[in-house]
């Protein structure tokens, strides 16, 4: 499956950006989704996925409360809503996706990757 990040910018502290991946090559609804990040000099680390039908979430502890996924199998497109964006989420956001939800915090799990989309939160 590819996957194209778009939605990523600079916004002040405080702020919202909605990011959005949309999938294309293989069926959308049979993968869980996972949204990543990776600032720099730092190692890549997981920030949400969603299951197949978006039913079940999960989220790293610092972003539990501001971000929100979401999917959308109908436009084969998942989301991450981010709200009251702090400077140290600032990074380069990446969408990926998987057939199984296990392990859907590990990196490495992940089959496919998007090219990943910049998100810069000044102070």
């Known amino acids: 499956v590819q996957l194209q990040a778009s939605g990523g910018g600079l916004v002040q502290a405080g702020g919202s950006l909605r990011l959005s991946c949309e999938a294309s090559g293989r069926t959308f609804s049979n993968y869980v989704m996972g949204w990543f990040r990776q600032a720099p000099g730092k190692e890549r680390e997981f920030v949400a996925a969603?299951?197949?039908?978006?039913?079940?979430?999960h989220y790293a502890d610092s972003v539990k409360g501001r971000f929100t996924i979401s999917r959308d199998n109908a436009k084969n497109s998942a989301y991450l809503q981010m709200n009251s964006l702090k400077p140290e989420d600032t990074a380069v956001y990446y969408c990926?996706?998987?057939?199984?939800?296990?392990?859907?915090?590990?990196?490495?799990?992940?089959?496919?990757w998007g090219q990943g989309t910049q998100v810069t939160v000044s102070s």
């Open positions: 990926a996706a998987r057939r199984l939800l296990s392990d859907y915090d590990v990196p490495s799990k992940y089959d496919y």
């Open positions: 969603a299951g197949w039908n978006g039913g079940i979430t």
